[in-house]
């Protein structure tokens, strides 16, 4: 099993580097947009409908997204994204809905049985990561990177130290192997990392002089993000403990499907770009 992970990660992590990197803000927007798309098929399915209600789900959730990156009426420009009110409404609402809503869904062990309820959530939560990650990529391929990079340390780290520390679980009735252990090797892990792109901002748009609190708050918010993805990982696990499934889907080798691979961005993007419009003017 693990070598069968390692090859398809050694096959995904070149194709996503280049997508992001020699192709346009619209080319990374439309690569994205499928796979949002194949996730909504797998989200879909966890909320509990029948197959034949998959293909319009997804196929509403691209024209969504289409209609964002093509429309003038959504004024999308390549080398700036789109104007600020756009990821505003649709980042603001999921980042409430992940800051507000999922945690006390997670607490509570709340079942909603509203097939209606669980598509509008995954249509929120999918576009709005989406939006997040192209109007990132607009304004620098670097900075996505560096923004996705947090929560793949977190998650590594977190399987890391679990593995090797893991003694007090972190949602037993949820994701069993989740320990308090490894949330706090993430938040380690991400902290060093955070301190280490202090001495990035410059080059990432921070014109002002770095200072103590500046850096400090930065850590805060690289923590912030951090926590988030967490919550987007055990929200994910709920649905799949819901569903009585291991995996999303079986679209990636050794990974499972694509929710299992983008679970933690998804509440992570969306901050992530409101962070970065009014913060790193």
């Not at 439309?30 to 949002?36: K, R, T």
């Not at 649905?239 to 691979?261: C, Y």
């Amino acid at each position: 099993m693990l070598r069968i992970r390692i090859v398809t990660a050694a096959v995904l992590v070149p194709l996503t580097l280049a997508a992001l990197f020699l192709l346009g803000p619209r080319g990374w927007g439309i690569v994205s947009l499928v796979v949002v798309a194949l996730a909504a098929i797998e989200w879909a399915d966890l909320a509990g409908y029948p197959q034949r209600a998959w293909l319009p789900f997804a196929a509403g959730t691209f024209l969504t997204g289409f209609g964002l990156l093509f429309t003038r009426a959504s004024g999308f420009e390549p080398q700036s994204g789109w104007p600020d009110t756009v990821p505003l409404a649709v980042c603001g609402f999921a980042t409430l809905f992940w800051v507000l809503i999922a945690p006390a869904w997670l607490a509570g062990n709340w079942r909603v049985d509203s097939k209606i309820a669980l598509a509008l959530v995954g249509w929120l939560v999918l576009i709005a990561a989406w939006v997040a990650v192209v109007q990132l990529r607009a304004r620098s391929p670097w900075m996505l990177l560096a923004l996705m990079a947090v929560v793949w340390i977190a998650d590594t780290a977190a399987y890391f130290a679990g593995r090797a520390f893991g003694a007090r679980r972190l949602a037993a009735t949820i994701s069993p192997g989740k320990t308090w252990e490894g949330v706090y090797g993430a938040l380690l892990a991400t902290g060093v990392y955070a301190v280490v792109l202090t001495q990035f901002a410059p080059e990432a748009g921070y014109a002002r002089e770095l200072s103590a609190v500046a850096a400090l708050a930065w850590v805060a918010v690289i923590l912030a993000l951090t926590a988030l993805s967490i919550v987007g990982d055990l929200f994910e696990s709920f649905l799949k403990r819901r569903r009585g499934v291991k995996d999303s889907g079986k679209l990636l080798p050794g990974h499972g499907g694509i929710l299992d691979r983008i679970d933690a961005l998804l509440p992570a993007m969306p901050a992530a770009a409101l962070f970065v419009q009014y913060a790193l003017r």
